[in-house]
T-cell receptor, first 113, second 113 residues
Framework: DADVTQTPRNRITKTGKRIMLECSQTKGHDRMYWYRQDPGLGLRLIYY???????NKGEISDGYSVSRQAQAKFSLSLESAIPNQTALYFCATSDFGRTGELFFGEGSRLTVL | AQKITQTQPGMFVQEKEAVTLDCTYD???????LFWYKQPSSGEMIFLIY??????QNATEGRYSLNFQKARKSANLVISASQLGDSAMYFC??????????FGQGTILTVHP
């Protein structure tokens, strides 16, 4: 099983619908992140959390909200999806080690029609 | 603000040849880390190599090496003896404060037989 698991892996929805992307991890890391990937733009940070009581906005948080339900769970919500939120979404974790590298989930491909 | 720039949208290389993927960065922080990730067509993000700003030696991991030129603020990835399986999108990223990574736009590498 993957250390960082995202559900759903693929979702097609309609404009105005509420969508939740879920992320769970077994790595024991405190830090969790949500990124979105768009062609030509790389990965951009939506939200990040350093522990259960800590939530921070990234560079593109408008239209999104998050919930850190436990150390191992970090969910991303789109309250009212719009077509320009069509993207590949990644959850990632990191620890306080020397490199602080990110460990990514497999990605959730969201299409908003 | 931190910025990562990858100026090569696409690169081509012959199998068994070496290839350099360019990455420049901008930060006013003295302590930072630089990363390269690989994203195959299947979509997952694979960590390749890390270089710390205070590391005196260029990082190497198997066929991957990072050509770190601090004064020029560049962190190019060198892949030696390219293989067909190296065909993928490659992202350069930088970590400064609070563990967040900022990503470049990516370079698509195609390895020809």
């Amino acid at each position: 099983d993957a250390d960082v698991t995202q559900t759903p892996r693929n979702r097609i929805t309609k404009t105005g619908k509420r969508i939740m992307l879920e992320c769970s991890q077994t790595k024991g890391h405190d830090r969790m992140y949500w990124y979105r990937q768009d062609p030509g733009l790389g990965l951009r940070l939506i939200y990040y959390s350093f522990d259960v009581k800590d939530i921070n906005k990234g560079e593109i948080s408008d239209g999104y909200s998050v919930s850190r339900q436990a150390q191992a769970k970090f969910s991303l919500s789109l309250e009212s999806a719009i077509p320009n939120q069509t993207a590949l979404y990644f959850c990632a974790t990191s620890d306080f080690g020397r490199t602080g590298e990110l460990f990514f989930g497999e990605g959730s491909r969201l299409t908003v029609l | 603000a931190q910025k990562i720039t990858q100026t090569q949208p696409g690169m081509f290389v012959q199998e068994k040849e070496a290839v350099t993927l360019d990455c420049t960065y901008d930060t006013s922080d003295q302590s930072y880390g630089l990363f390269w990730y690989k994203q195959p067509s299947s979509g997952e993000m694979i960590f390749l190599i890390y270089q710390g700003s205070y590391d005196e030696q260029n990082a190497t991991e198997g066929r991957y090496s990072l050509n770190f030129q601090k004064a020029r603020k560049s962190a190019n990835l060198v892949i030696s003896a390219s293989q067909l399986g190296d065909s993928a999108m490659y992202f350069c990223a930088m970590r400064v404060k609070y563990g967040k990574l900022t990503f470049g736009q990516g370079t698509i590498l195609t390895v020809h037989p």
